[in-house]
């Protein structure tokens, strides 16, 4: 029979993010864990952190580059989940999850969620944008600590970053339209976060989850339908291919990304069987999105 560890705290790193925030809301709405938001220093003003407040979430606030620092926050804590976006920390990204594993290993942390979220990659198939997040699972895998690895796939509102404009009703194929890819709402992250602390097998492992699995066609045709137009279609397969061999026009390092992840957006397997929960449906999600637009 597999033990399972008893969790009390729980810290969150960059829960007024858009990844953050409702990855808090469900650990509060959950009601089974203390809950702890860091924010770093200076103290400022913020609406979202304000509303965890109001809803039982403790809100600290510490020098994510101090380690000692880090360690004061951390005493006590059972749980570390971090959501820190690397886009906006650029180099700091890794040296910071960095000092925070240090300091949960010195505390005494029994589990520690990074920054990961997204779609799949391997030591031989990872983009220079998110070579840092290998480095540090490499990092955590030798703590000692306990971890969980979790993907979810493309973030539903974040189908413009990958070439849906839906305002201007036009789509961008970095990939064959047929090519398929794993899409989840923010919230049943949140949920899968959770749950994933009362699953045996999430214990140093890596669980990959997704709400729906779709072509990029049959994505475009619930975006038409919701948006009752029919949208104009434009194709750029050889993104990555001109960004590796440097030919004009020569993409950003950016859209090389989008690209990677459109070619590596589909799991080979799930592990939503292990959840006890059906996520939204991406018909659901898309509406949702249209009429924010």
Known sequence: MTMTTTFETVVIAGATGNLGYP????????????????????????????LLASKGAEIVYVDYTQKDDLVKVLKGTDVVVNTLNPSK???????????????????????????????????DNVHPLIEAKLKFQKELEKSGLEYTFIYTGVFHSYLHYFGFDIENKTALFYVDGNSKIAITSLADIGKYTVESLKLPEARNATIRVAGSTVTFNELLQMLEKATDSKWKVTEDREVRHRYRNKIEPIPSIVDDFKAFICENGEFSKLDNDKFSFTPRSLAECINTIVKKA
Do not use: H, W
């Not at 700091?92 to 979220?117: D, M, N, Y």
């Open 89 to 123: 920390m650029g180099d700091g990204f890794f040296s910071t999850q960095l000092s925070f594993l240090e300091a949960a290993k010195e505390v005494g942390v029994k589990r520690f969620i990074p920054s990961e979220f997204g779609c799949d990659y391997t030591p």
């Open 23 to 50: 990855i808090a809301e469900a650990f509060l709405n959950d009601g089974s864990y203390k809950i702890k938001i860091l924010r770093q220093k200076p103290e400022s003003k913020n609406e979202k952190a304000e």
